[in-house]
């Protein structure tokens, strides 16, 4: 069977190819602009003709993605031209996160507004995988139909994991859930459909969730931040790393176990089988255990654990001054063999930054050999604890913008939308994307 581009002359563009490009292009620059762009100054921009423009502009408008704006007054001859904004209501993108003790789910809008969000805090170790994944269905439809009733239409989902995650989804392993070899679509096709998935859309990715949230972290943290060390400490501790603006993901995609570099190589044995690993030192249960907090109710235990910190209880400051001092003979390697000029703390790190950084930056001022003369940034995430669900919703959104024709054509024919089912039978199911 020939191919399209077969039956075109060499060089040639398909007018449908042109489309889909020039779709994208004005589409990327409206959500870049740092403020409303009208359609001359896009014109100007891309080089694309005003008729061009205007009729891009309409089809964007048509289908959901993109709002006009009145312009701001102005003094002068001529009339000031409208600007155009990503819309708040249209496609949205459902992220989702299993953690070891809590589920989240939130929807971000096209322009990355949080519109819905929930954390259902549970200790998860006990439930089968088949428990944990149904009881996030339940709050992902919740989350549909809050976004629904704002207007708004899940263009697809992204899941986040703490563990090993394979390219067909299936998570090989997640020491601290007791997972191995679980197939996490297939199990979510024994629930009704998540989203409305859209052709040439992918309706989920499941995906490390250290990855997704440095990937959140890429995209609306701080501006020109293209190479990091994103830290997630949670009862385990995972790691995302972001270097030239691009997420590393490794030759088979599991890089950033950062949790189980070994800090004391003879010490405490750890859930993997391993000895002395990071997070046996400064994960979540074991500052709680170096506080005198172990077996206290999992909820709220880094809000707990800052009360603490801020109050001056000499526990919590020695446990938390233990944990900065672990991280950061980890997080010192890493920077050594990459590079990086950032490191940032996430997961419950985030609201303890202030007491975890100053040891994780004298480690890193002892460790790294070019600390005297760039030092490294320690610094808590933008995004706070929900990075890594923000970033799987982050990931939804950014494909439709890069791929705003897959939408439109959805739109425009409803009927050609359907559930999310397993990767076998609907063929729905998408690797993440290796550029991040």
Known sequence: ??????????????????????????????????????RAELATDTGLTRATVSAVVDDLIGGGL?????????????RPARGL??????????????????????????????????????????????ETVALAAELAQR?????????????????????????????????????REVDVPVLLAAHPPLTDSV??????????????????????????????????????????????????????????????????????????GGRGCLETYAGQEAILAAAGLAGTDVAGDAARLARLAAGGDPATLAALGGAGTALGVAVAGVVNLLDLDTVVLGGTYAPLARWLSPAVTAEISRRVLTAAWHPVTVRPTVLGADAAAIGAAGSVVRRVIARPAAWLAGAADPGTRQGLSSAAAGGLYSAPDRRG
């Open 85 to 130: 904004l990503l819309a708040s209501r249209g496609p949205a993108g459902l992220g989702l996160e299993i953690n070891v003790d809590y589920l989240a789910v939130c929807v971000l809008d096209l322009a990355g507004e949080v519109r819905h969000r929930t954390v259902h805090r549970a200790d998860l170790r006990p439930a089968s995988p088949a």
């Open 1 to 38: 069977m020939s191919s399209p581009a077969d039956a075109a002359p060499a060089g040639a563009v398909r007018q449908g190819s042109l489309r889909e490009i020039n779709l994208a292009l004005l589409l990327g620059r409206i959500a870049a602009a740092p403020r409303p762009p009208s």
């Open 199 to 272: 052709p040439g859309l992918p309706a989920l990715v499941v995906d490390n969730e250290a990855n997704l949230a440095a990937l959140g972290e890429l995209h609306a943290g701080e501006p020109g931040a293209t190479d990091f060390l994103y830290v997630s400490g949670e009862v385990g501790i995972g790691a995302g790393i972001v270097l030239d603006g691009t997420l590393y993901r490794g030759a088979r995609g599991f890089s950033g176990e950062i949790g189980h570099l070994p800090v004391h190589p003879e010490g405490h044995p750890c859930r993997c």
């Open 66 to 78: 993109v709002t006009e704006v009145d312009p701001t007054p102005r003094t002068g001859a001529g």
């Open 143 to 179: 989350a549909r139909a809050d976004a629904a009733a704002q207007g708004l239409t899940l263009a697809g989902a992204a899941l986040a994991v703490p563990g090993l995650v394979a390219a067909d989804g299936v998570v090989r392993l997640a020491p601290n859930l007791g997972w």
